[in-house]
């Protein structure tokens, strides 16, 4: 699946994605994105990581000083400008998040939501590391995946996707517990709350991990 964003699902196929998504999928996206502004201040500078076409990052520009967006599709990125346009103090830049150009404890928060951990099908302990790295003391880093319990309404927005032909067709027998395949490569899967923990400690640092909406699970870390 590496690459399968970059390559297949950029711009505006990704912004036809989020279009697309039923009643109960736009609600659990509000739901990441009320839970990420809580966290927000006037005097931050934020950075998202996996910011696509400037989604979520739209909605952060306007409550922090400075709002930051990384993404690998140089696509995606060219079509966030204009997507961006009006929306606060904003800069986005082509960039892997597990190699990221930023200095050492630069942002106040550090964010990757819509289950972005699985799907830039990195190192997840590096993907860590780097969010820390680039995050002040005191600052916040943020990661969410799906809830188990929302499956059902998860499977349907992908399928309603692949209907339409953003993803491949999906295949009925390798998707199962909480694995989402498809026949053209694209692969799906989520992380659960243990996972997380042991992410943080790998970095030696605890987490807390809080359901939203029932249906995501936050990983936030306080960066000492």
């Given amino acids: 699946m590496k690459g399968y964003y970059k390559k297949k699902l950029s711009a505006d196929r990704l912004l036809a994605c989020y279009e697309i998504a039923p009643p109960r999928v736009k609600a659990h996206l509000e739901a990441e994105i009320s839970f990420v502004l809580q966290r927000t201040s006037p005097s931050q500078t934020a950075l998202e990581l996996g910011c696509g076409y400037g989604r979520v990052l739209k909605r952060v520009a306007g409550n922090v000083g ?24 904003f800069c986005l830049l082509q960039m892997d998040a597990v190699r990221m150009g930023f200095a050492d404890r630069k942002f106040d928060l550090t964010f990757c939501i819509q289950n972005g ?13 780097e969010a820390l790295r680039v995050t002040r003391s005191g600052g916040t880093v943020l990661f969410s995946t799906y809830s188990p319990r929302f499956w059902k309404d998860r499977l349907e927005w992908f399928e309603i996707q692949a209907a339409r032909g953003l993803l491949g067709e999906i295949d009925r027998e390798a998707t199962r517990e909480g694995v989402i395949v498809c026949r053209d490569g694209f692969r799906a899967t989520t992380v659960d709350a243990d996972e997380l923990q042991e992410l943080s400690a790998s970095q030696g640092l605890n987490s807390r991990i809080i359901e939203v909406d029932g249906s995501s699970l936050f990983c936030e870390i306080a960066v000492p």
Wanted: proline letters at 0%; one cysteine or more.
């Fill in 66 to 89: 400075l709002a930051f967006g990384i993404d690998t599709s140089l696509e995606s990125v060219r079509f966030g400008q204009e997507f961006l346009r009006g929306s606060g103090h």
């Fill in 117 to 129: 951990i699985c799907a830039f099908a990195v190192d997840r302990e590096e993907l860590f590391g």
